[in-house]
């Protein structure tokens, strides 16, 4: 009877073990699958925040609307490519002649492009930004982007591609949860030389953002 229950008990004590270490072994895997929905989670948030972007060129007025997909120490630049690779290269393009920096500066210069687009809309064109192939790399609560871009304009029915590039940004979650740009660099590979104002679509002394 003794040897009986001394088996009986070592199967239990054998058996709890084993789901123990069951236990054990799981807990990496589901941290690994949490981390794996918050990155997802962070994804789709910096998704937002770039679609956000292009419907407010497109169809905002509210300016804050606009500012708000910035942080405060922000930094917006438009160059034409091609450029060099590297780094140290997109922080001097970044604070270069030319940069937009802050979103007292940004908000002048959206009410500027919403000026220019009603402009264009009274003519009968009507431009809609659109972005293709985000590539995100997650950093904590930082995160790098770099994606294609074109702008297309439906003049009175007839429709072309305004513009080309890439846009590489830099992404922070902010104290409030959300993630936005604080930096933005948009690489023009192309562009039409003139809109139908007579200004330039992608040129000049104040590049809008595109």
Known sequence: MKQRIYRIAGCLIAGCLAVAVSLMAQQPAQKSLEQRIKAMEDREAILKTMHAYAYTIDFGREVHEYTDLYTEDAVFQSVLAPAPRGASHWESIARGPGAVVGRE??????????????????????????????????????????????????????????????????????????????????????????????????????????
């Open 105 to 210: 500066a940004l908000e002048k210069w959206i009410t500027n492009e919403w000026q220019v687009r009603d402009r264009l809309m009274a003519g009968g064109h009507y431009r809609i930004h659109e972005m293709n192939e985000p590539d995100i790399t997650l950093d904590g609560d930082r995160a790098t982007v770099h994606s294609y871009f074109q702008t297309t304009d439906n003049d009175n029915g007839r429709i072309f591609v305004v513009s080309i590039g890439v846009y590489q940004d830099r992404f922070v979650r902010s104290p409030d949860g959300r993630w936005r740009m604080q930096e933005r660099i948009l690489l023009r590979q192309g562009a039409v030389a003139q809109n139908p104002t007579g200004a330039s679509a992608e040129k000049g002394s104040t590049p809008a953002p595109r």
